[in-house]
């Protein structure tokens, strides 16, 4: 009778097991805004299985827009969202009840490129006078670091050239491919790809004339950190082992890792794209939004004319969870 029962038990223990394991993990949904290789910290922190180490369930959903991701968060379809932090700042200004509060950054630099239709030996930002600039949707991030950093070189984007600013996100790379422009702003991995296929030239970095902003960072509505405080600890444990392996490793190492969130781009380029990105600095280093990049952040918004009111850095930006990871 006694072995029966240990046999039993045996049988049965790894089912309890397994039971209590499914109740420990916690589900969290994630709005991405895009899927990119920009990203490749947070793909990093999923591939190696580091929420899975803390008893995070990641629920990935890509929302394609800065507008569709954050209806997303707000409307309780997504539990975190990745996206850029002036989002948080429009929605504050609306008068949000249950403000948006960033809590661990993932990307410190714009991600664009300047692209060039015509081979340019030794570019300088003269150039773009009289030119057909073919620029990103206004109000977004990109178009806002673009204005700045063209303001920075003395061109006034709507006066010293022909601004289009009309075309929708999407079609902006057949658009130019088609034709219509002489320089355009591009994200990776589109840059490199018209690089490599003659159709267009890099000749600057955006990313790298605009200093360290907060470009996309993980955010959640104040009531979802207060309630969920130890999951999003973890969350933010596991992005900064991810941020650390990342620092660390090679760009052909970390295009590896990230390879199956990009079934339909060649290896190769992937290693170039992180590559990009890995040497101008934007992948950041640890989940901590500091004052200095908020404060730019709204300088740039308020050059371009989209800054709704100056938000105090500390109303929308929680520090202490990135901080409480770090020391540990």
Partial sequence: MAIKLAATLLLILPL???????????????????RSIFYAPFYVALENGYFEEEGLEIDLKTTWGGDKTMTALLSDGADVALVGSETTIYVYAQGAKDPVINFAQLTQTDGTFLVSREKIDNFS????KGSTFLGMRKGGMPQMVGEFVLRKHGIDPHNDMT?????????VPNAFASGTGDFVQLFEPVASMFEEQGIGHIVASFGEESGHV??????????????NEEAMKKFTKAIYKAQKWVESHSAEEIAKVIAPYFEDTELSLIETVTANYKNQGSFATDPILDEEEWENLQNIMDQSGELPKQVDYKTLVNTKIAKEVMKK
């Fill in 16 to 34: 309890l097991l397994t039971a209590c394991s499914k109740e420990e993990t916690q589900k969290i949904r994630v709005a991405e805004v895009t």
């Fill in 125 to 128: 930002w003269d150039d773009l």
């Fill in 163 to 171: 601004l289009i600013q009309n075309i929708e996100y999407a079609n």
């Fill in 214 to 227: 907060p470009y996309t960072v993980f955010m959640a509505k104040q009531s979802y950190l207060t309630d």
